[in-house]
């Protein structure tokens, strides 16, 4: 078992910045991939961003050249950097791990919980 514990939501005026941190314990954090998550009121859960064992990311079209994913091995942890944050980035935001090199919502290995991000003025 792997437990993942987001935090660092809040909320935030457009144009703001904020950094999200996903906290694993349980069985060999390097061994996942490890992904962010969004899910928006009303709409299905989207990939966001994710980072391979090893370091190299992938993010979403919506998210590209504003959000930036990181891992600390040592730590235990991965971190979800948003700046230039929009309206449409308000969404609950969920950690997930995963063995394989697949994004798909339905095939996640572990899930957090989520934290809570809202962009208003």
């Known amino acids: 078992q792997v437990r993942l514990v987001e935090s660092g939501g809040g909320s935030v005026q457009p144009g703001g910045s904020l950094r999200l941190s996903c906290a694993a314990s349980?069985?060999?954090?390097?061994?996942?991939?490890m992904g962010w998550f969004r899910q928006a009121p009303g709409k299905e859960r989207e990939f966001t961003a994710a980072i391979t064992r090893s370091g190299g990311s992938t993010y979403s079209d919506s998210v590209k050249g504003r959000f930036t994913i990181s891992r600390d091995n040592a730590k235990n942890t991965v971190h979800l950097q948003m700046n230039s944050l929009k309206p449409e980035d308000t969404a609950v935001y969920y950690c997930?791990?995963?063995?394989?090199?697949?994004?798909?919502?339905?095939?996640?290995?572990?899930w957090g919980k989520g934290t809570l991000v809202t962009v208003s003025p």
């Open positions: 349980g069985r060999t954090f390097s061994n996942y991939h």
């Open positions: 997930a791990a995963n063995s394989k090199w697949a994004w798909d919502p339905t095939h996640m290995d572990y």
